[in-house]
């Protein structure tokens, strides 16, 4: 009988990865998880001091790099600061994001363009910029999040939905640009997590379990839950995987 499984199948030992909104939530979840696995980890983020302390709670091989990213015309200029601590990167994790929470009628031109920027534009002209590297070695990773939003619609959610939307859109776009240079694209879609964009949902216990009673499973998430799916698209276990969008939500968007 063949034998499938080899070692190392899973593992991100030695890479050297980047994860933006690395100071919070899903990102810093994913970071510290990529920096537990051996790889190298360069966070990005607004906030130093977010980012410093996320470094002394990772350990292991890490460099932080303050960047305000919702700009498009500074990707290039990022890419190189990133590259700068332990050479280009070969994965990618696009976790900066905003949620500003406007209703369709109170949506401002200002709100919509920061929305569409940071959670849209932004992780694809930072990985257009990566691509070269990534490229001339013949393997990269690169993870977008996405949302439940970018398959249903709730309230006040108009632009971020947009955005998710979009970014469900892109994932499959970037995936037909460059995989057959080695370089796969995938985005985590998770349910509801505590992490700062959705504390209005965790402040108040009956809406947080209404989501949690919307699930298969019957709770929301815990950041160590995203872990696991995280690791898998950013190895070669995910090797044939390209494209698609792994929804992690305890079975919301089944029910």
């Known amino acids: 009988m063949a034998a499938f499984f080899r070692a190392g199948l899973f593992s991100v030992d030695g890479r050297v990865a980047c994860v933006t909104g690395a100071s919070s939530g899903l990102g810093r979840a994913i970071a510290t998880a990529l920096a537990e696995a051996g790889a190298k980890v360069v966070g990005v983020a607004r906030r130093a001091d977010a980012l410093e302390d996320w470094r002394s709670e990772a350990g292991g091989e890490t460099a932080a790099v303050p960047a305000d990213i919702s700009k498009p015309a500074v990707a290039a200029a990022i890419a190189t600061r990133v590259s700068a601590p332990f050479g280009p990167p070969d994965i990618l994790v696009n976790a900066a994001g905003l949620n500003n929470r ?25 990985a257009r910029a990566l691509i070269p590297a990534m490229r001339l070695n013949g393997w990269g990773r690169i993870v977008n999040v996405a949302s439940l939003q970018s398959a249903r619609a709730f309230p006040g959610g108009l632009a971020y939905g947009a955005s998710k939307g979009g970014i469900a859109q892109l994932t499959r776009a970037m995936a037909e640009a460059w995989s057959r240079d080695g370089i796969l694209v995938n985005a985590l879609a998770p349910g509801f997590f505590p992490t700062e964009l959705t504390e209005p949902v965790f402040d108040d216990p009956a809406l947080a379990a209404k989501h949690a009673a919307q699930t298969c499973i019957g709770r929301n998430g815990a950041l160590a839950d995203l872990v696991g799916p995280a690791l898998f698209l950013c190895s070669d276990a995910a090797g044939y995987v390209t494209g698609q969008i792994l929804y992690v939500d305890g079975g919301y968007t089944a029910k």
């Open 102 to 126: 406007q209703s369709a009628d109170d949506v401002t031109i200002e709100g919509w363009r920061t929305t569409i920027d940071l959670n849209l534009a932004a992780p694809f002209f930072l």
